[in-house]
Every structure is written in C-alpha cells, then in structure tokens.
C-alpha cells in the first residue's frame, strides 16, 4: 500500500509512503532517472504513515502518521535517520505535512479535528508547536500546500467541498483571508501550488475533474475561464514541475 511519494529538493533521493507495513521505502535518482535502494532500503514510521515531505534544504524529512508526525535527517546518501525526538503530535488523522520555502514553518492537514496544526522548525529540524498550535480549516481538510512566496497557504477540505485560503504571518502564524474560502469540487483531496505562485489547482475525487485558480494580489484565488478540466475516476493527488 504505497501512498505517497516526494522528491528532494536536490533531486538526488526519493522516498515512498508504504502505508500498511509502516515503513518508507528510500531511493537514489539515477542519470537516467531509474530509481535504486539507498544503503538502507527501508526506515521505519509511526502507524499508517500517508505522506511524506521534505524541507527545502534537503536536510530534514516529516511523515504524516495516522496520530504523528515522524521527523527525520536526510543522510549524506539520502537515508533518513530519526532524530533524538522522533515524532511530535498532531491532530486527529494528519494527512499532509508542508514546509514554507525559508524551511522555517510546518503545516499539517488534520482531517477529523478539522484543523490545521502550525509548527516552527528548529535549526536541527525539529518540530515545535506555535504559540496557536492549530487554525480551524474547513470540515475534514486532507491536503496542504504553501506558495513559492511564502505568504499564503491553501488547504482543500474533502468534507465542505471547499479550499481555506491563509496568509502567513510574519511567525508563521495562519490567518484565514477575509473570504476564508473559495468553492471547489466535489471532496477535494489535493491541492498544490504551481512553482511560479500564479496558479492553483485542486484533484477532486467525486467530480472526476481538476479545478483551476488563479492567484491574486492578496493571495484569494479566483476560478479561471475555464474553471475545472476533466481528469479520469476518483483523482487524489496533483503536482505541477
């Protein structure tokens, strides 16, 4: 039951989520692209691991567990070893960790507390909860991402059929934009940032469909012309290069 995969910021190592053994299956990148074993194949993590992600500096990894977060190093050959306190706690059922482009903020994706958990990120990679240790997020968010700027994060909520659209504060604190949300399709399940912050787009798992934003001045998105592509059954998972 592999769930997730992420590459590395360097684009050397890949890791994939194996959800029902509890593991993270680690790889090198080769030249051609072919993917082989690190020197350590496997590392272990918390029960029902569903998503992994690692911080823009390429130093440090976060798996979201079906009650944790497990927090790693990423070795000189890619290998993740578990750092001294090997997981923090976070809502009920986190689905989705990410990391702000300065690699100084966490977010996760709560889906049955409803809420969003916040994080610093310390200069050994550990995960401390914020002053505000959660936002409130729409019902049964299940993804989170956070713009190139790293002044908006966005949270598709597969319960409301809607995305919660944030600033993020000087401290990395959320807060909900003056429309705190924007309608999507039917349970959205994924939604990503594209690499020059213009665009937003959102896997809709009941709708069979893709929908598309743009991304204004204050960070709201607005439908574009064309507000949904048509993708096969039951998408789960976008990402844009």
Known sequence: SPDSIT???THKYAYVVNADVNNVTQYTIGLDGSLAFTGTPMVATGANPGSITADPSGRYAYVANFGSISQYTIGADGSLTPMSTPTVAAGSTPNSVAVDPTGKYAYVANENSNNVSQYTIGADGSLTPMSAPTVAAGANPNSVAVDPTGKYA???NKGSNNVSQYTIGPAGLLTPLST????????PYSVTVDPTGKYVYV??????????YTIGPDGSLTPMSTPTVATLVAPVSIVTW
Do not use: I, L
């Open 154 to 156: 966005y949270v598709a």
């Open 203 to 212: 896997a809709n798992e009941h709708s069979d469909n893709v929908s598309q």
């Open 180 to 187: 705190p949300t924007v309608a999507a399709g039917a349970a």
């Open 7 to 9: 590459v590395d910021p």
